[in-house]
């Protein structure tokens, strides 16, 4: 085994709003095998980190960058990603990786020919309930599967006027969490069958949408993310099998199983945080394998849930 320590990447963060404040610019500020080189982004910056307001001037100022993570809104992602794999740079999209599935399908062949790696991260995986609640199931046959994503818009998307325009998604944003899960989870492909998406009648994205999935095993799965609890916030996967039900809960970082052969309520995993340490740890691993990871899965069912949705109009939102 080799001694060697390894270089550190130098990286750009794009897009300083919310998750690169909350999440990205303190993982990597405690991951040595990354180094903050700089940040791109219109107004936002990060205190002593140099700062440029566009992708293009910080790679001209910072030749030596090995990687950008993209944490804009997702309907300018593709043209970031682009520009800088055309300029040699390794590429961490946030979720969802783009706005539609052709464009995230050009970006990965666009990395392979120019030999960079791109990750299409989706930070739920990295729940720390995710892979124990996978390895209880993979045991177990599966009956039925129930997704609740329940949660107040105005408390998690203040001002985001971003994510009720086209490409936006609406609910799906948060929704869409939970179908990364369920598809790391489910040992078997899925598909839509039934949809109902609610927009408010002043925008162009749902606030609600129930979905209704069947499989090759033709288990049913249902879904439900609405954007209008004011109550108790809910983000649980209810999965029921052949010998007991498991229950994911607090958006993965809870799992508890119940019934028949395990003990009743019985907690498997209760854990905190650490997603973006997960993400960050797996983005140094592709990149000193040469590959990329690009798994469109949960974005294909969010854009057949627009395909094959019924469309519902509902009160207007009106923020303040
Ligand atoms: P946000 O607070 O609105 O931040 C996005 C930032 O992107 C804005 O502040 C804006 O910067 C910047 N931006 C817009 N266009 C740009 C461009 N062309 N070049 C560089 N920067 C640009 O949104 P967010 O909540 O951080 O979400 C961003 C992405 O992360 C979304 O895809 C979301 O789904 C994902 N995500 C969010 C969360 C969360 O908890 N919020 C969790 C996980 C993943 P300026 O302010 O400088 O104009």
Redesign the pocket.
Known sequence: MSTETQTPIRIGL???????R??HAPTLAADSGFVLTAT?????RLLDIPAYP??EAMLDAHPEMDAVAL????Q??H??AHSALLRGKHVFL???PGATLSEVEDLAATAARVNKTLFASW?SRFAPAVEPARAWLSERRIVRARIVWRENVRV??PG?D?IWRPGG?GVF?PGI?ALSIATALLPKPFFLTEATLDFPENRQAPIAATLLFSGSDLIPITAEFDWRETGPQIWDIEIETDDGRLRLSDGGAVATVHGEGGAKGQVLVAGVGQEYAGLYRRFAGLIALGTSEVDLSPLRHVADAFLLGARRLTDAFIEA
């Open positions: 794009v897009g300083i709003g919310k998750i690169a909350d999440q791109a982004s219109p107004h936002g566009t992708l944490c804009t809104p997702p300018v992602r043209g970031l946030e979720k969802p930070h998690w998307h985001q971003w998604l944003d969490n």
